[in-house]
């Protein structure tokens, strides 16, 4: 079945570590996305990408960083210097920008 | 003024009776809207897009007013599953085409 797999489900972090979220999506898609989700809160975007090698900050991309070097992958890095990454992370992938959208599972991050 | 705005609620309704929400979007050259449907610690799911004319699927019916610039859902007859958060999301143009999500709007459907 065509999807999007987003890994792992539950991920903590120590202070100063660096963790790495995994999204992988077989729909083909061109376009994949980084949401974060705060409690009570719509989804912000952190990353997105439109094509292989090429992808733009969103409006909180401070702390997180990106690669897009397979058309069917897009992990997202959390790193030391975002101070407050405890959230739910969502992946999407959609066929063109602007088309709906198609989520992976989430992962929430905690910090220990 | 925030892009796409949605009123948080929650609206607490009783089985069977019908529910409207509004989404209003600040970019008039905004091209396409959709509604999603989120549960609690869930992925956001698509429950339809918004054409220009209205469309309806089942109990819902959503509706595109440009000239105001705010989408609306309805829900007729609502069921305890309907119980969710709804997302108001707009695709903005300008080159990007990038989905922007509301804050959503908390739908409670009690006996």
């Known amino acids: 079945d065509g999807g999007i797999t987003q890994s792992p489900k539950y991920l903590f972090r120590k202070e100063g570590q660096n963790v790495t979220l995994s999204c992988e999506q077989n729909?083909?898609?061109?376009?994949m996305y980084w949401y974060r989700q705060d409690p009570g809160q719509g989804l912000r975007l952190i990353y997105y990408?439109?094509?292989?090698?090429?992808?733009q900050k969103g409006d909180i991309a401070e702390g997180y960083s990106v690669s897009r070097e397979k058309k069917e992958s897009f992990p997202l890095t959390v790193t030391s210097a975002q101070k407050n990454p405890t959230a739910f992370y969502l992946c999407?992938?959609?066929?063109?920008?602007?088309?709906?959208?198609?989520f992976g599972s989430g992962t929430q991050l905690s910090v220990l | 003024r925030k892009e796409v705005e949605q009123d948080p609620g929650p609206f607490n309704v009783p089985e069977g009776a019908t529910v409207a929400f509004n989404c209003t979007y600040s970019?008039?050259?905004?091209?396409?809207f959709f509604w999603y449907r989120q549960d609690c610690r869930k992925e956001p799911k698509l429950l339809m897009s918004?054409?220009?004319s209205g469309n309806e699927d089942g109990r819902f019916t959503a509706q595109l007013n440009r000239a105001s610039q705010y989408i609306s859902l309805l829900i007729r007859d609502s069921k305890l599953s309907d119980s969710a958060t709804y997302l108001c999301?707009?695709?903005?143009?300008?080159?990007?085409?990038?989905?922007?999500f509301g804050r959503g709007t908390s739908l409670i459907v009690h006996p």
């Open positions: 999407a992938s959609s066929i063109d920008g602007g088309e709906k959208l198609f």
């Open positions: 729909l083909n898609h061109d376009a």
């Open positions: 990408s439109q094509i292989v090698n090429d992808f």
């Open positions: 970019n008039s050259a905004s091209q396409s």
């Open positions: 918004v054409y220009s």
């Open positions: 999301v707009v695709t903005l143009s300008g080159g990007s085409y990038i989905p922007t």
